[in-house]
């Protein structure tokens, strides 16, 4: 069973950056992919990105393309999303993912997921 807790969530103005963590309470594989979900309110919870350091492939939504980043660092069994030029639309409860299957360019069927970190844009 793989715990994941999310962090750096908070407020900021738009423009701004902020960077979430997700710490893996165990190792997880290189053949699995892990992945950042958000949730605004009234809306469905959507995937923006994915990581599968196995393939050396990432995937992004393309409403945050260009402004977020995913990395992943194994040595601390951490996840990483670093958002910039945020916007108040980017406004959400952020929730990491791990342990998918990557196929058709993204990450699918994750089996743990944490619960979640508010992210809060003001315009």
């Known amino acids: 069973q793989v715990r994941l807790v999310e962090s750096g969530g908070g407020s900021v103005q738009a423009g701004g950056s902020l960077t979430l963590s997700c710490a893996a309470s165990?190792?997880?594989?290189?053949?699995?992919?892990m992945g950042w979900f958000r949730q605004a309110p009234g809306k469905e919870r959507e995937p923006i990105a994915a990581?599968?350091?196995?393939?050396?492939?990432?995937y992004y939504t393309d409403s945050v393309k260009g402004r977020f980043t995913i990395s992943q660092d194994n040595a601390q069994n951490t996840l990483y999303l670093r958002m910039n030029s945020l916007k108040p639309e980017d406004t959400a409860v952020y929730y990491c993912?791990?342990?998918?299957?990557?196929?058709?360019?993204?990450?699918?069927?994750?089996?743990?997921w944490g619960q979640g970190t508010q992210v809060t844009v003001s315009s």
């Open positions: 990581i599968w350091t196995g393939g050396r492939s990432t």
């Open positions: 165990e190792y997880t594989y290189s053949s699995n992919c």
């Open positions: 993912a791990a342990e998918g299957v990557w196929y058709g360019g993204r990450c699918n069927e994750l089996a743990y």
